[in-house]
């Protein structure tokens, strides 16, 4: 298994609360990744890394700011949480071949 | 708009038998190709890919198939068995590898004794 960790794994906040979720990793990748999982929309992108400092906006941007200041974390932050914001977030990192997925947060936004 | 659709939310297949998820594409511009599985609560792994230059990629029991022409892929699994049962997406990336991939809805497969 790649070495991806993700914290908290559960979450539960209140609307308008900022929130931090974390993605660590072990394996030295210069690509991260983080996604939202809703039903019927599958897996959609929020955004990237292509290295430390250098992020990039995804599908489903909005509303979610990124930063990357070591290759290992990756840091994904609702700065005022909606509860639209309620999802299954996964991070992933990958080599040229494969995106490999952490266990996901879950997060509740009431 | 999505540009990678399963458009199969469910599929119930007896044990033994071939379980084939089909997904279909829009965007010309997607050169690879993977499958995922998918567990409750745990994130999605990794099954199998295919490159756009080929047309068939097989590992063990999983083997993928890519109809460029048509736009559309499927992913066999055969002999079915019990632990298959999970949700199986695909995902598509236009950067000639696995990069900023694009996720279809999901497939939920049933594998019955």
């Known amino acids: 298994d790649a070495g991806i960790t993700q914290s908290p794994r559960h979450k539960v906040t209140e609307t308008g609360t900022p929130v931090t979720l974390r993605c660590h990793q072990t394996e030295n990748h210069r690509y991260m990744y983080w996604y939202r999982q809703d039903p019927g929309h599958g897996l959609r992108l929020i955004h990237y890394?292509?290295?430390?400092?250098?992020?990039d906006k995804g599908e489903v941007s909005d509303g979610y700011s990124v930063s990357r200041s070591k290759t290992e974390d990756f840091l994904l932050t609702l700065e005022s949480a909606t509860s639209s914001q309620t999802s299954v977030y996964f991070c992933?990192?990958?080599?040229?071949?494969?995106?490999?997925f952490g266990p996901g947060t879950r997060l509740l936004v009431l | 708009d999505q540009q990678v659709k399963q458009n199969s939310p469910s599929l119930s297949v007896q044990e033994g038998r071939i379980s084939i998820l089909n997904c279909d594409y829009t965007n010309s511009m997607f050169d690879y190709f993977l499958w995922y599985k998918k567990y409750p609560a745990e994130g999605p792994t990794f099954l199998i890919s295919i490159s756009s230059i080929k047309d068939k990629n097989e590992d063990g029991r999983f083997t993928v198939f890519l109809n460029k022409s048509a736009k559309h892929l499927s992913l066999h699994i055969v002999p079915s068995q019990p632990g298959d049962s999970a949700v199986y997406f695909c995902a598509a990336s236009a950067n000639e590898g696995a990069q900023k991939l694009v996720f279809g809805q999901g497939t939920r497969l049933t594998i019955n004794p």
């Open positions: 890394s292509y290295g430390v400092k250098d992020t």
């Open positions: 992933a990192i990958s080599d040229r071949d494969t995106e490999y």
